[in-house]
Structure formats: C-alpha cells, structure tokens
C-alpha cells in the first residue's frame, strides 16, 4: 500500500522498496520489528511531528502529600523524605575517613511513561482564589465592590484591573519548581506540600508522543518510510556480510558489505536532513 496505515503496511512497503518480492530480503521478522520500534523512537524523539503539547491535569491526593512531608527514620526533625543515602570519602588532610549521609526529596508525582518533556506546573490562584466564590479573594472583592452588574463598567477599566491582579499574582506568587527527567517518570515539585489541598487540581504543560497505533497517519510520515527502509537494508547487509565470498550456483556472490555501506550513507542523509528540516532547533541557537 502506498500510503501504509498500521505497523505491517509500513513493513510491507519498505520490503517492496528494497526489491521484494521480486528479490529476497534476507531480514528475520524479529529483526524488522526492532527496527520498526528503533524507527518510531528516532521520529518521536526528534521530528516536530513526532510530538504534541498536551495539558494533563492531576489531582493532590493524600497519598501525595504523606510521601512528600515523610521523614526517614534517623532523620533530623522536619520534612525530609523516604529516601536516604549514605557516601564516605577520605580527608587529605587528617587521613580519616568521614560519612556523611544525604537525604533526598521524596516530593515527586508520577507522570505518564508516554510524556518527554514538561514546560511547567501552572500556579494555582492562592493570592487571587481559584475562582469568585472564595469570598475573601481579591477577585470576589472587586466584584463585589467595582462590577455591580454588566454595562456599569467600560471593559476597559475592567480589562486593566485584571491586568493588575496578574501583575500581583506574578510578583507574589513565583512558578513551582520542578525537576523532570523523561527516563525516570517522575515530576519532582519543589513546593511546600502543606500549601497543597487535597482534590485541588495541577495542570501540567508538557509535551507528549504520538502514539501510532492512535495516530496512524504516523506510518505514512516521508521521513518514517524512508528511514525505515534503509534501516532494514542495513541489517541486510549486516545479515549477508559473513557470506562475503561465498560462490553461489552460476558465479553469483553475496556482497553484504556494499550493501551495508549503501545503507549507511543512506542513513547519514537522513540523519543530516533530520537536523536541518525535521528537527526544531535548541533555543539557545534562536535569535
């Protein structure tokens, strides 16, 4: 199929690329569904349509704060964490050997194995309160002193007093730190938990992959089909390279080497194109 929408179409059309069925693909099913996986993890990791950017909301559960303002035993008193290791070096100095023990931070939260990369943790409303209802909110107070009802203010003013109420929640109220690494799985929040309410809800700004089996349109991208494909007729050649000289039945000879050499130029076009077309640049190079 030319325009492949599922895992096997995909596989199917880079085998008819690299000449089958006229040609046998000397490729083991295994081995092209590795590659097939290598491929969708090269594309979502570096191609802008690889990924999307997505808003998850997370609700503060119990469970969450216990772990976070849980002390380990031996500890000093005060918020620490589950977690607790220990190192010993060796002083230059006197010649002994001191222990010092660390304690990190167990206020993490899990974040789905599918995400790569958050921006950040938007700020709940503390200064303004979430929403009117809080009446001891500033929001509720203006409301309640300078919006009496709809037509009685030019939305103008209005629009400036909102304005002034971000300005004081951006001043009072700094973005939450946060510590994210995609291999881990975790978002480090470095807040006071006290300050969390259990069922409040965090919205995280964070990027997310494309799942293909959701996305098909995945499979026909031009950059998958081609990179895939000389993927596959680079094992080719790594499969054939241990017959090199072997005579077939009226003078044939494998030649795996020329096969893989073709495959890795290929691979190294690619590769480059990815980073000059595919690929956004990092934001220090920007401006």
């Known amino acids: 199929m030319a325009q492949p929408s599922s895992r096997q179409e995909l596989i199917d059309y880079c085998l008819r690329q690299l000449g089958a069925p006229v040609v046998e ?6 081995q092209v569904q590795d590659l097939l996986d290598d491929a969708i993890q090269m594309f979502q990791q570096r191609h802008f349509d690889g990924v999307i950017q997505t808003f998850l909301k997370y609700e503060i559960t119990q469970a969450d ?5 849980a002390v380990p035993p031996g500890a000093p008193s005060g918020r620490g964490s589950v977690g607790m290791a220990s190192t010993s070096v060796t002083s ?11 304690y990190e ?3 993490y939260l ?6 790569i990369g958050i921006n950040k943790v938007y700020q709940w409303d503390a200064l303004m309160g979430v929403s009117t209802r809080n009446m001891f909110s500033l929001k509720y107070q203006m409301f309640l002193n300078d919006v009496h009802y709809w037509g009685t203010q030019d939305i103008l003013s209005y629009s400036m007093s909102m304005s002034y109420l971000e300005t004081l929640n951006f001043l009072l109220n700094t973005h939450k730190a946060i510590r994210f690494n995609q291999r881990q799985d975790r978002m480090y929040l470095d807040v006071s938990y006290d300050d969390l309410i259990v069922g409040d809800y965090l919205v995280i700004d964070c990027w997310k992959v494309l799942n293909p089996n959701e996305a098909t349109g995945v499979f026909n991208d031009p950059f998958l089909k081609k990179y895939l494909t000389s993927l596959i007729k680079k094992q080719w ?3 054939l390279i241990k017959f090199q000289g072997v005579k077939l039945p009226g003078g044939i000879e494998f030649n795996g080497r020329q096969i893989y050499d073709d495959a890795q130029a290929e691979l190294d076009k690619i590769e480059e194109k990815m980073m000059s077309t595919y690929e956004i640049p990092p934001l220090d190079l920007i401006g």
């Open 25 to 30: 693909i000397n490729v083991a099913d295994e």
């Open 92 to 102: 230059d100095i006197v010649g002994t050997t001191t222990t010092f023990t660390y």
């Open 237 to 239: 050649g790594q499969n």
């Open 105 to 107: 931070n167990s206020n």
């Open 65 to 69: 704060k216990d772990r976070a303002q």
């Open 110 to 115: 899990e974040i789905p194995k599918d995400v």
